[in-house]
């Protein structure tokens, strides 16, 4: 499966984007599928995740939950996450990535990535 990150940008801080990671090549409705992020300098963290089922099955970085939302439409083999009121914080690469990690606020077990996309956040 390959994926593609698109819908990063710049935002002025307090706006709002929503990224979106489509997946190609084979569904991946059946895996976990999860955001992360890296700000220049830092190491990638996790920033969110969905299990197959989207009911009761998110997971969100603690310091992101009520501004970060994320979803998934297995009809189009793509998963969002909408990002309000941005800070200057969130700017970073933003990495989607899929698999069957054990534990899905964490890199091992997503056997696939994007490419990432850029977010900026300027005051």
């Known amino acids: 499966v390959q994926l593609q990150a698109s819908g990063g940008g710049l935002v002025q801080a307090g706006g709002s984007l929503r990224l979106s990671c489509a997946a190609s090549?084979?569904?991946?409705?059946?895996?976990?599928v999860g955001w992360f992020r890296q700000a220049p300098g830092k190491e990638r963290e996790f920033v969110a995740a969905?299990?197959?089922?989207?009911?009761?099955?998110?997971y969100y970085a603690g310091s992101l939950k009520g501004r970060f939302t994320i979803s998934r439409d297995n009809a189009k083999n793509t998963v969002y996450l909408q990002m309000n009121s941005l800070k200057l914080d969130d700017t970073a690469v933003y990495y989607c990535?899929?698999?069957?990690?054990?534990?899905?606020?964490?890199?091992?077990?997503?056997?696939?990535w994007g490419q990432g996309t850029q977010v900026t956040v300027s005051s």
């Open positions: 090549g084979r569904s991946f409705n059946n895996y976990a």
């Open positions: 969905i299990k197959q089922s989207a009911v009761g099955n998110t």
């Open positions: 990535a899929t698999g069957a990690p054990l534990d899905v606020t964490t890199t091992p077990g997503y056997a696939a």
